[in-house]
């Protein structure tokens, strides 16, 4: 059950960090002379909460993607 338990803590910060990255590079593509500092830990932490709960609230619905 411990390995379980530090696999999945494993995977779940292999998760963080390939969103973070993910999204920090799409926004620099987006906006190349903004600063991305900061928007990896804003991602995760957002997603971390539920849907309904989140503020502000969600602009995109669910299945769209974000232009």
């Not at 926004?27 to 900061?38: A, I």
């Not at 909460?49 to 995109?60: D, G, I």
């Amino acid at each position: 059950m411990n390995l379980l338990f530090l696999a999945m803590l494993l995977l779940i910060g292999a998760d963080w960090f390939l969103l973070s990255a993910g999204l920090r590079r799409a926004v620099t593509v987006k906006f190349p002379k903004e600063s991305t500092k900061g928007i990896g830990f804003y991602a995760v932490r957002r997603t971390m909460q539920m849907r309904r709960w989140r503020l502000p609230k969600p602009m995109v619905k669910r299945g769209e993607k974000p232009s």
